[in-house]
Every structure is written in C-alpha cells, then in structure tokens.
C-alpha cells in the first residue's frame, strides 16, 4: 500500500503566504515525478508544479515567480510554497507522485486534496 498525507492550506488573505506538504509513505522502491495540482469550483484540474528525483521543475505560468516547489528524496516529501496569493489561487490542491513499488508496479497516487482559500 502507498499513502500521500498532506498538510497545509487554509484560509489567507490576498498577498499572503501558506505552505503546502506532502508525504508519501509505504511500499515505495522509488518516486520520479512528485507534484501538485489543483481544481477550482467548476473548473478543471490543472497542474500547479511538478518537479522530478533530479530536482527539474515545472511550473503553472500564472503561478511562476509566486510558487517554489521542492522536494525531500530521502523523506518522500514534496512541498509547495506558496507566496503572494491571490483570490483565483482558491482551489481544493492535490498532492501527487509517480511511484515505482517494490514489486515494480508503477502508478500516480493522490493525496486526499486539502483546501486552499484567498480572500480578497
């Protein structure tokens, strides 16, 4: 089995700053592609940022200079700060990661999704 926890979001003012976490636990051999993506009320999900073992990132353009994704290899961990938000950066965010098992199965997992909220 494999687990993506995350932590993190609320509710901030525009201009501020939260720190989104996620941690991915179990039956994990390797993880390439860990990242974030989010849904807003009646839109579709879009990918936020992603970023791979090798530390290569990829970036919403509506996101870049605001957002920094990092990542802990040995921890299985990837946050998202987030700065200088605004009221559209309102969307339920969802963790996810390429996972290789040690039975060599890979798969995407998803966190649960945790609720991101910038009021005007």
């Known amino acids: 089995q494999v687990q993506l926890v995350e932590s993190g979001g609320g509710l901030v003012q525009a201009g501020g700053s939260l720190r989104l976490s996620c941690t991915a636990s179990g039956n994990i051999l390797r993880i390439a592609t860990m990242g974030w993506y989010r849904r807003a009320p009646g839109e579709q999900r879009e990918l936020v940022a992603d970023?791979?073992?090798?530390?290569?990132?990829n970036y919403l353009d509506n996101v870049k200079g605001r957002f920094t994704i990092s990542r802990d290899n040995a921890k299985n961990t990837v946050s998202l700060q987030m700065n200088s938000l605004k009221p559209e950066d309102t969307a339920v965010y969802y963790c996810?990661?390429?996972?290789?098992?040690?039975?060599?199965?890979?798969?995407?997992?998803w966190g649960q999704g945790t609720q991101v909220t910038i009021s005007s």
């Open positions: 996810y990661a390429d996972i290789i098992r040690r039975s060599n199965y890979r798969g995407n997992y």
């Open positions: 970023i791979t073992n090798g530390g290569d990132t």
